[in-house]
């Protein structure tokens, strides 16, 4: 069974970091696709970044590019999403998800993830 615990949430002034983490477990495969995504409140969920396990693959999304690192330890199975400059927009509920079936030259445009963390909150104030 596949599990995606997310971590590093909170609240941060603007202009603050903070580092995502999404640990994976229950994944068979040494090499699949991750990605990091947001939903405010009243908003669509919105695709942040995505991150190829076990390859080299990544994509950060013009509205954070720049500003938004994704990385990942293979080791431990786990990403990151490093968030830097954050501004009140960036508010919103964050989720990770994973999907072993995302071919690598599919991640970099997949919404529809099999596997979603429980998401974890960031709130940024002015």
């Known amino acids: 069974q596949v599990h995606l615990v997310e971590s590093g949430g909170g609240s941060v002034q603007a202009g603050g970091s903070l580092r995502l983490s999404c640990a994976a477990s229950?994944?068979?495969?040494?090499?699949?696709?991750m990605g990091w995504f947001r939903q405010a409140p009243g908003k669509e969920r919105e695709r942040i970044a995505t991150?190829?396990?076990?390859?080299?693959?990544?994509h950060v999304e013009d509205s954070v590019l720049g500003r938004f690192i994704i990385s990942q330890d293979n080791a431990k199975n786990t990403m990151y999403l490093q968030m830097n400059s954050l501004k009140p927009e960036d508010s919103a509920m964050y989720y990770c998800?994973?999907?072993?079936?995302?071919?690598?030259?599919?991640?970099?445009?997949?919404?529809?993830?099999?596997?979603w963390g429980q998401g974890t909150q960031v709130t940024v104030s002015s």
């Open positions: 998800a994973a999907d072993p079936t995302i071919r690598a030259w599919m991640c970099s445009t997949s919404d529809d993830f099999a596997y």
């Open positions: 991150i190829f396990i076990g390859g080299s693959s990544s």
């Open positions: 229950g994944i068979s495969k040494s090499a699949y696709c």
